[in-house]
């Protein structure tokens, strides 16, 4: 066994680089298109205060909606999908929160409940009780 030097300790290493959710599918691994991952990165989410969260998710949504993969769950392909649709805070977000997003359902629900302002919801809940 070959021993290591000190700067080949201390030289970075990729065994720390955080990924995304590690999806459990039936038949091994799929391949997501170059072009479907080009619309999902055509209208990236920041994490800033005036982008709408919930807009962000339906675009989302509404993309992996419009093909499928009879060996696939839907819910497998939006998981590995939506990080692509992040940049800046929000994949930061995405990947220290990954834990948290072992379904698209659980995923979107800890987005929404991250980035979708509270003056929203308060304005929602105050549209709804003066119906």
């Not at 955080?18 to 999902?40: C, E, S, Y």
């Not at 969260?53 to 998981?79: G, M, P, S």
């Amino acid at each position: 066994m070959a021993q290591k030097t000190i700067s080949e300790y201390s030289a970075p290493s990729t065994n720390y680089v955080v990924i995304g959710p590690q999806l459990n599918l039936r038949d091994g691994t799929f391949d997501l298109k170059p072009a479907l991952i080009n619309m999902v990165k055509s209208q990236q989410f920041c994490g800033k205060p005036q982008e709408d969260a919930n807009a962000h998710l339906q675009h989302i949504l509404e993309l992996c909606d419009t093909f499928t993969n009879k060996n696939v769950a839907a819910d497998a392909i939006r998981l590995r999908l939506f990080p692509f649709s992040l940049l800046g805070k929000a994949k930061q977000w995405f990947y220290s929160n990954k834990a948290e997003c072992t379904s698209s359902d659980k995923c979107a629900n800890a987005f929404l409940k991250k980035f979708f302002p509270s003056g929203n919801t308060s304005a929602l809940r105050g549209k709804i009780s003066s119906l």
